[in-house]
């Protein structure tokens, strides 16, 4: 994948960066980008329970080894997890929340931050809740908009075919750079000869 200098000097936009992804078909790392799935309560009379989480329809492949996009800020925390999966292991067991159930009437809203790890595959899922509504026990499915959703795990940079780096390792007029994976493994020194604002390295 080597998008063009247009592209590139686009992607400063979040959602343009989140739209090109869903469009290129890219997929999330593992361990750094979390899922944040938000629930809604439906029931006129009684509260719904959200108790705990698993992950169904999961399938894992060797990690993906293309482009690596990386941008990291200078700081500030990523949202608690509500609830972890380790998708290395051969059964992913399901999961009640830590610290409590959340109750929902209807109309109120409630956000999970799910996070995934896995060391050296590429996985897709989707998250079962399990929820209570009065005397019922039912489920809820969530998905990436009717499709499964995707996570792969982060290699060392000099595994990767093609890199572009941005934010505080490599800051300038545009928000990625393309570099040599090998090269910037060995100190992380960031090159700015191989894209201008003219031109993408081929």
């Given at each position: 994948?080597?998008?063009?200098?247009?592209?590139?000097?686009?992607?400063?936009?979040r959602?343009?960066?989140?739209?090109?992804?869903?469009?290129?078909?890219?997929?999330?790392?593992?361990?750094?980008?979390?899922?944040?799935?938000?629930?809604?309560?439906?029931d006129?009379?009684?509260?719904?329970?959200?108790?705990?989480a698993?992950?169904?329809?999961?399938?894992?492949?060797?990690?993906?080894?293309?482009?690596?996009?990386?941008?990291?800020g200078?700081?500030?925390?990523?949202?608690i997890?509500?609830?972890?999966?380790?998708?290395?292991?051969?059964?992913?067991?399901?999961?009640?929340?830590?610290?409590k159930?959340?109750?929902?009437?209807?109309?109120?809203q409630?956000?999970?931050?799910?996070?995934?790890?896995?060391?050296?595959?590429?996985?897709?899922?989707?998250?079962?809740f399990?929820?209570?509504?009065?005397?019922k026990?039912t489920t809820?499915?969530?998905?990436?908009?009717?499709?499964?959703f995707?996570?792969?795990?982060?290699?060392?940079?000099?595994?990767?075919?093609v890199?572009?780096?941005?934010?505080?390792y490599?800051?300038?007029?545009?928000?990625?750079?393309?570099?040599?994976?090998?090269?910037?493994?060995?100190?992380?020194?960031?090159?700015?000869?191989?894209?201008?604002?003219?031109?993408?390295?081929?």
């Amino acid at each position: 994948m080597t998008p063009s200098a247009e592209t590139i000097s686009q992607l400063s936009e979040r959602q343009n960066f989140k739209s090109w992804v869903q469009e290129t078909g890219a997929v999330g790392l593992a361990d750094i980008q979390s899922l944040v799935i938000t629930l809604g309560g439906y029931d006129e009379k009684n509260e719904a329970s959200v108790t705990g989480a698993e992950l169904v329809d999961k399938h894992c492949e060797p990690a993906l080894r293309g482009t690596l996009f990386e941008s990291p800020g200078g700081g500030g925390g990523s949202p608690i997890p509500n609830v972890r999966f380790d998708l290395d292991k051969p059964v992913v067991s399901p999961k009640a929340f830590a610290k409590k159930e959340y109750k929902l009437k209807k109309g109120e809203q409630q956000t999970f931050v799910i996070e995934t790890t896995t060391k050296n595959q590429a996985c897709e899922f989707r998250v079962l809740f399990h929820v209570r509504v009065g005397t019922k026990t039912t489920t809820v499915t969530a998905d990436d908009a009717g499709r499964p959703f995707k996570v792969t795990s982060r290699l060392p940079y000099e595994q990767y075919q093609v890199l572009y780096v941005g934010g505080i390792y490599c800051s300038g007029p545009l928000p990625y750079y393309r570099q040599d994976p090998k090269l910037f493994a060995v100190g992380r020194q960031c090159s700015k000869a191989g894209v201008t604002e003219g031109q993408t390295t081929p």
